[in-house]
């Protein structure tokens, strides 16, 4: 008698989601190795194993594909984010680990470099900057509510911790273009270091 142990068949919303998974990967994965302008509907279902036909059943143009893909990438890098932030409000992660996870985050994974393809992309079009500004708005409204939830000012500082630590994503942003065309980690390691001086300087966590 066999020991092997029928598995039960998938639901057909449980396929759809897996499906949409495959194909928000491929995606992503596709944008961080040959580029916006590179990336296509028929190289997206290629690369998820999926057929055209299924591909176009779930996003019928490959801008519906872009946009969710990117959504569930932002959703992604919030809720590592706010997952971070709780460690470093409970005392597990000291700032300095903090900082250097997000960075390390931005630098080796894929939601910054795929990011910036989608940007430069909408900077010329038109529909594709209007379908994503409401999901950078969201994705910048969950970073806001993640820097009030975990950090407040020094004393004597009377700056917005939102603001400071959107600095701080910025500069992060700034660093990781530069590491295209100079990877020097120890520069970058140092620019880090003075990042989390003067932050230090400006915030403090908020130890629960």
Known sequence: MSNLVKQPRRTQTER???????????????????GYSNTTSLGIAKRAGVSRGAQTHHYPEKIDLIVAATEDMF???????????????SGT??????LARV???????????????????ARGDEELRRRLQPAIFSLHSRFESIWRETFAPTP????????????VMNMCRGM???????????????????????????VKPIVE
């Open 16 to 34: 759809s989601d897996r499906t949409r998974r495959l194909l928000h990967e491929a995606t992503i994965a596709l944008l961080m190795e040959v």
């Open 75 to 89: 959703d992604a890098f919030a809720e590592g984010l706010s997952k971070q932030a709780t460690e470093l409000r």
């Open 93 to 98: 992660l000291s700032l300095d680990d903090f």
């Open 103 to 121: 960075w390390m985050r931005m630098l080796e994974g894929d939601w910054f470099y795929a990011s910036l393809e989608i940007i430069v992309a």
């Open 156 to 167: 004597g500082s009377d700056l917005d911790p939102a603001v400071v630590m959107n600095i």
């Open 176 to 202: 990781a273009v530069q590491a295209v065309l100079r990877p020097d980690r120890d520069f970058l390691h140092d620019m880090l270091k003075v990042m989390a001086v003067l932050l230090r300087e400006r």
